[in-house]
């Protein structure tokens, strides 16, 4: 691991180039109080932004702990490598045309290549990047406007987007940003190895990840690992679709799996939370600045308007979040607090009676804390005329969050109506100020999915080559062979199958072999008893017939799956099946491996999840069985990893006491 300290925490500065973009870059540092030395260098002119110039590298009074090169891709190279001979800490490369640029300059992979081995072990960031801002020792290398101040500790933000970079340090949301980050094509140094270094910060709290893609899981991994230990939450905004390969036209499951699945598991999977907007993005980490990851999702609301009461409660429908009853001894509180006539509930209108009086509003707000409510929150809309005429609202949530303890957040109803001189005032006071209803309640759901990492390693995926796909029989009787139970069954030709049937047990299933959609191409019939095989077997144009007993003692029919995606691993999907499977969409994702915990977690999600445990008086299925059958999928994925493809079974019926393929697809090349 490269150490990145010099680099984002320098004392000493060099700007290499002479145009706008390095005076702004010295501007910049002015502006913002750096106290340490700035040294432009460039080759001819004597002064440049204020500050006189070296001619050249090599004249400076020492090796530069942090460097902006704002100079041509080809001169970034030769620049970048007498650098890292010189014994500089690290450098900013601001050129674009490298990699990023292939599709237009065939070059430009060439030329990053070159970059990466000039700079050696000396830290790289970009190419193609406006670098770094470190609000916290008043340092950096943008050659741009920004939003940052000074802070005495914050969150980092990390991104590949310069632009999105700046457009959060100008939040007016009273986040403390400490760190913002950009780290353009990631030639050498990653994302997950920059996390990793300002993770030895102790005045980090946070940090909000804007991911496009993942690169090397390990890393990921470690940082998950070392944040985790640290105490330091995660949050990605992951956006984009990874590169995995589908082939939905045979599967259902790489249809569900999705090109997101596996990024969504892999976020799962190493604790970090994720968001979908730049606004969620900013809460959530103004609540993880806060109060750091929240045990649960228990939330309770408090304000002057019914309709403000329901829309909170009608707002967490669909979410992990809920509104416990209120109790007892928070009963007594409130009717002290609000006299008889307000109906008491969780969320609550307490009306208007007490409002202006800041101590009897914060008896009533306190009252809707507790032990067991992880978040509670007071809705209020600060007027846009005068926000100081409802100094009583701020007043009380800040008395609220000194006498309890207990996290506590000022939310308002639109974005617009938290104004920012008070959103910093509830900051300074421990008081989460919250810019919309939505946005607070993604971020309290979001701090409650940051978590442990699993103490598993990704398995990652075999080389993408050429596939075959397997006949069901023959993906049958592969699986059979790590112990997935599959029906009784005969493969033959059409007088072979009908003279077998006379020894099995009916009624059957009966279809052709070798087709992707065999319901499509009227090759399967069901429920076919012995004496009607034989014209059963007469509109099958294959020249082999599988015949199955069929299994009609099922409680719920679910798909079990697993996909190679080449950016993540393997994705496991678990879901409802049979006719249901595209209707319901009702599935899990996650990386292998899992353990039988994980598993069970997963189908316990399952909104089918009822049927699994037996419904309306209905028998349960075996889950252990289930279970079973799904580490035995996982067997042979694992066993054949560096050639799969893909495994399904489709549906997998469950029965009070076992679980069986009824039918099965395996895509994979050849095993060596």
């Known amino acids: 691991m490269r150490d ?41 002119a004597v002064m440049v932004a204020g500050h006189g110039a070296f001619p050249g590298l090599n004249d400076l009074p020492e090796p530069p702990d942090a460097v902006f090169i704002g100079v041509n891709r080809h001169a970034t190279v030769e620049i970048v490598g007498n650098l890292a001979r010189m014994g500089a800490g690290g450098a900013v490369c601001f050129a674009s045309g490298f990699a990023e640029a292939d599709a237009e300059d065939a070059m430009g992979v060439g030329l990053q290549d070159q970059l990466i081995a000039a700079a050696g072990g000396m830290p790289v960031l970009g190419p193609n990047c406006y670098g770094f801002i470190n609000a916290l020792d008043g340092a950096l290398l943008w050659p741009d406007q920004h939003g940052c101040a000074p802070v005495p500790d914050g969150v980092a933000i990390l991104t590949q987007s310069s632009n999105i970079a700046i457009n959060l340090t100008m939040q007016q949301r009273a986040l403390p940003v400490a760190y913002a980050v950009t780290c353009g094509n990631m030639a050498q140094t990653s994302q997950a190895q920059i996390a ?21 899981i390990a890393e990921w991994e470690a940082l998950a690992a070392k944040a985790h230990a640290g105490g330091v939450a995660l949050v990605a905004l ?18 569900l799996a999705g090109s997101d699945a596996g990024a969504q598991a892999l976020l799962t999977r190493l604790g970090i939370a994720r ?75 307490y009306h208007t009676y007490i409002w202006r009086d800041a101590d009897a509003m914060a008896r009533a707000w306190g009252a809707m804390t507790g032990d067991h409510i992880d978040m509670t929150l007071s809705v209020v809309d600060y007027p846009v005329a005068d926000p100081s005429d409802w100094a009583c609202a701020t007043e009380a949530a800040l008395q609220v969050r ?85 029906p009784g069954h005969h493969l033959g030709t059409a007088a072979e199958v009908a003279a077998a049937a006379r020894n099995m047990t009916g009624p059957f299933a009966v279809k052709g072999v070798g087709l992707a959609h065999k319901t499509e191409a009227g090759a399967v ?44 691993g393997f994705v496991l999907t678990l879901g409802a099946g049979g006719i249901f499977t595209e209707l319901l969409r009702d599935i899990r994702a996650l990386l292998l491996p899992v353990r039988e915990v994980d598993v069970l977690e997963a189908l316990h999600a399952l909104t089918c999840a009822p049927l699994i445990r037996g419904y309306r008086g209905k028998p349960a299925a075996n889950i252990d069985a289930i279970v079973a059958a799904v580490m035995a999928l996982q067997s042979y994925a694992l066993a054949h990893r560096t050639t799969l493809s893909e495994v399904e079974v489709n549906p997998l019926i469950c029965t009070p006491t076992r679980a069986v393929a009824v039918d099965a697809l395996i895509q994979k090349g050849p095993d060596p």
């Open 4 to 44: 990145l300290n010099r680099l984002l925490r320098p004392r000493s500065v060099a700007v290499v180039g002479g145009g706008a973009w390095c005076a702004a870059v010295i501007d910049q540092l002015e502006r913002f109080g750096f106290d340490g030395a700035i040294w432009p260098v460039h080759p001819s």
């Open 196 to 216: 990793m270094a300002l993770l030895e910060d102790t005045r980090v709290s946070a940090i909000g990840l804007h991911i496009e893609g993942f690169g090397n």
């Open 238 to 255: 992951k956006v984009g679709a990874s590169d995995q390969a589908q082939q939905a036209t045979v599967s259902h499951t790489a249809s």
């Open 275 to 349: 968001v979908h907007t730049l606004p969620d993005f900013v809460e959530t980490l103004k609540l993880l600045h806060m109060y750091g990851r929240l045990e649960g999702a228990s939330i309770a609301s408090i304000s002057c308007s019914g309709g403000e009461a329901s829309l909170m409660a009608d707002m967490a429908v669909g979410t992990s979040l809920h509104f416990p009853t209120l109790e007892p001894d928070q009963r007594d509180a409130l009717r002290t607090a609000l006299g008889p006539m307000v109906a008491l509930s969780n969320p609550l209108d």
């Open 402 to 486: 000194a006498e309890t303890g207990r996290p506590f957040g000022v939310v308002s109803t639109l974005p617009e109506l938290m104004p920012p001189a008070t959103a910093r005032q509830l900051m300074e006071g421990g008081v989460v100020p919250f810019c919309g209803l939505r946005e607070a309640l993604v971020a309290i759901e979001a701090a409650g999915q940051v978590g442990a990492p699993h103490p598993l390693p990704v398995c990652p995926p075999g080389s993408e080559g050429e596939t075959m796909t397997l006949t069901e029989a023959d993906a049958k009787a592969a699986l059979a062979g790590f112990g997935i139970a599959i």
């Open 525 to 568: 019939h069901l429920n076919v008893a012995v004496e009607d095989v034989s014209n059963a077997v007469t509109g099958i144009a294959t020249p082999q017939i599988l015949i199955e007993e069929m299994v009609n003692e099922g409680v719920v029919e679910l798909l079990i799956g697993i996909t190679r995606d080449p950016a993540h």
